[in-house]
């Protein structure tokens, strides 16, 4: 028999897909697939963990009403649940006058997405945090952070409990259309299924090709390396300092971050990966390579971008440089204080014309629903995002 949804990808927007599916539907027949062997592999299990509040995006856009709602859910799902989360408030510092004009968009941005913002100054910032220097900054009391891959799992286990069919190690290689039903072939053997969702993150276009849709965006991994401080100089912050971000771009510029279980994280940088999992610099996919040279809309991006990309792949290659900019924020920083740590890849979705996709993108027909952009903050978001999706299938 014919299952009744399919989802690919098992990361935090796939599992909480099926998780509100379920919740929805009860009696639902559900599988959950990931070609890798534990859940949230990927992007969930390689990110700052930081609940965002809404500060940042265009207001109306899915991004600024998901990440306000999403935080809150998120909080919440964290508590019922015994996940550690901590609601510790962030701060975005100006550190030299021309950054006060962008400061005050984005104070006017929270505002209108109905997020809590106060203003610092000087001696305000000190009060908050120390260590870090700045001219002006924007308090977000309702920032924190938590750990993904531990909601993922959490998630996983819940969705087992209610007799979810949950297939790690289960990679999507072909679709093929029967009249009444998709034929999902997989590395472990094939799966019919009436409909199906697409949250592949960073092979999400390549799954909509697979399906037979012409993706409207390519995914362009980005890889964002961390550093970590030692232990002796992870109290220099208290909480989460980030940097006034560059309205060019959709990443927010390295920030200092104190993750859940303490450590103190620099990062992430945003450097163009050369694999769609180019977590290291050596990792090198031809069939990448193959795609940044004929897509037009890559090549548009790297003519616009390569003083960017170059400056962050100069700061990737060489630490001090990275230090150095962190420094802006925390000059007490030494670069001997400082390990790399795990990085992570993000998958952006780039558009034919070159422009970076900026909100999320998700694009449905009557079979299949495609996730093809939730960069960040689509863990805090995701469980919002997942009942958008279930509610998009519920209504066909
Ligand atoms: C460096 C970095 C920092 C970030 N910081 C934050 C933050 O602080 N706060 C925040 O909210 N967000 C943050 N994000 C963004 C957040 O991590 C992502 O938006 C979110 O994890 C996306 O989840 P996902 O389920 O869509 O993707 P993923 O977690 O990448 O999951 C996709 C899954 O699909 C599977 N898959 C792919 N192809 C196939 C196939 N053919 N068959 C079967 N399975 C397949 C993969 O194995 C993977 O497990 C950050 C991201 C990065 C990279």
Redesign the pocket.
């Known amino acids: 028999m014919a299952n009744d949804v399919t989802i ?7 599992l909480a897909t099926a998780h509100a599916l379920i919740e929805q539907q009860p009696g639902l027949r559900i599988t959950v ?4 062997r534990h859940w ?5 299990g ?5 609940i ?1 509040s809404g500060l940042y995006y265009p207001p109306g856009s899915t991004k600024a009403r998901f990440a306000r709602a999403g935080g809150e859910a998120m909080y919440r799902f964290c508590a019922d649940h015994g996940i550690p989360v901590r609601r510790t408030g962030k701060v975005v510092v100006a550190t030299s006058p021309d950054q006060l004009d962008r400061l005050a968009e984005l104070h006017r941005r929270g505002t209108a997405n109905g997020v809590a913002v106060t203003e610092l100054d000087r001696a305000g910032l000190r009060e908050r945090e120390p260590n870090v220097a700045g001219i002006r900054a924007l308090e977000v009391p309702d920032a924190g952070i938590t750990d ?1 891959a531990e909601v993922a799992r959490k998630l996983a286990q819940l969705l087992a409990e209610r007799g979810v069919d949950l297939r790690s190690g ?3 290689l072909g679709v093929r259309q029967d009249p009444a039903q998709l034929v999902l072939l997989t590395s472990d053997g094939e799966i019919r299924t009436r409909r199906a969702v697409n ?5 999400s276009d390549a ?1 909509a090709e697979l399906a037979g849709t012409t993706p409207p965006a390519r995914v362009l991994p980005f890889r ?1 390396e961390y550093y970590e401080t030692t232990s002796f100089t992870r109290d220099l912050v208290n909480a989460l300092v980030y940097p006034v971000p560059d309205p060019a771009f959709p990443f927010l510029g390295v920030h200092l971050t104190r993750m859940i279980d303490g450590g103190l994280h620099i990062g ?1 940088n945003a450097v163009p990966a050369l694999a769609r999992e180019g977590y290291r610099w050596g990792a090198i996919s031809p069939e990448h390579l193959r795609r940044l040279v004929r897509d037009p809309g890559l090549r548009v991006l790297a003519k616009k971008y390569w003083r960017t990309g170059a400056a962050e792949i100069a700061r990737s290659a060489v630490k001090p440089l990275f230090v150095r900019a962190a420094q802006r924020l925390l000059p007490g920083l030494r670069g001997h204080d400082l390990l790399r740590s795990e990085a ?4 952006q979705a780039v558009a034919p014309d070159g422009t970076l996709v900026d909100d999320f993108l998700v694009v449905q027909d009557s079979r299949w629903v495609h ?1 093809l952009n ?9 469980l919002l995002i997942g009942r958008d999706i279930a509610e998009r299938l519920a209504k066909d």
């Open positions: 690919i990808g098992g990361g935090i927007v796939g697939l990931d070609k890798e949230g592999a990927h992007q969930t390689h990110n700052s963990g930081v965002h993904f289960t990679e999507l949250c592949a993150g960073l092979h799954v964002g992430p992570g890849v993000r998958a996730v939730a960069p960040s903050p689509a863990a805090t978001a995701s």
